[in-house]
């Protein structure tokens, strides 16, 4: 069973892993749109780059604490359009967590703005 504090870390690990995705995805098509004029390439890119090597650092800390705690996610798997299972291996069995998708999508992009905003 997981403790409360399990929950968190596994959460932010979950929305931290998610950013990343989502910014490397982000970056990666900005860089190569041909459409994109090479005067906002050269605003963006750099601003991204450094986001996602912050939100990369914060990932990598929330993985050591799920190291720390014997723990892993194994994998997501796709309920429906709305909802997904993340399985979370512990030392004695396996956890699954149910979220909205919509809900953690929302918690991704705070989280973003959050870090933007500063």
Not at 52 to 66: H, T
Request: charged share 25%; net charge positive.
């Amino acid at each position: 069973m997981l403790s409360i504090e399990q929950r968190q870390i596994v959460h932010e690990y979950l929305v931290l892993d998610l950013a990343v995705q989502s910014l490397q995805s982000d970056f990666t098509k900005m860089e190569q749109s041909e459409k994109m004029k090479m005067k906002v390439k050269v605003i963006y890119l750099p601003f991204l780059d450094n986001l996602i090597k912050s939100v990369r650092n914060d990932y990598l800390y929330q993985k050591r604490l799920l190291a720390k705690d014997k723990l892993r996610v194994v994998k997501w798997v796709n309920i429906d359009e709305n909802f997904s299972d993340v399985i979370v291996a512990t030392v004695g069995e396996d956890i699954t967590i149910r979220y909205a998708n919509r809900a953690i999508k929302t918690h991704v992009e705070n989280m973003l703005l959050s870090l933007t905003s500063n």
